[in-house]
């Protein structure tokens, strides 16, 4: 259950996508819909780039990916930790996360929360 973020995500002209760049935890099954988002992000910028001259947009894909990979990684953390029990933890983190988790699958606006960052959040528009 290990995370990894490349910042940037862009060397000049060499992108990296997916795997290359981040790399999530399976708790929050986000790896695939990440490297999505990027394959998306970097089409609609070479689209804009070719079709518009929209050249400043190269520099912005690093920008524009990393604010939707930091909203996965701190979910797909989130969950990891509620729902895995670590020898090394207290008492206290032990009820800490009994009453997160309560909290999170017993109220509306705690299955809100998980709804929303599972099915994930919109893609960002590039303009």
Request: aromatic residues 12%; hydrophobic residues 40%; neutral net charge.
């Amino acid at each position: 259950m290990r995370s990894f973020v490349a910042e940037p995500m862009q060397y000049g002209r060499m992108f990296l996508l997916g795997d290359a760049a981040h790399i999530v935890p399976p708790t929050g099954a986000k790896g695939l819909n990440t490297a999505a988002s990027d394959v998306y992000t970097l089409y609609t910028i070479m689209s804009k780039v070719y079709a518009e001259g929209k050249t400043e947009l190269i520099d912005r894909y690093s920008k524009i990916c990393l604010r939707r990979i930091w909203n996965a990684e701190r979910f797909s953390w989130w969950m990891s930790n509620i729902l895995h029990q670590y020898e090394a933890t207290s008492e206290f983190e032990k009820k800490m996360h009994a009453s997160d988790l309560r909290y999170h699958l017993q109220s509306d606006g705690g299955r809100k929360i998980i709804a929303e960052q599972y099915v994930d959040l919109p893609y960002e528009k590039v303009e």
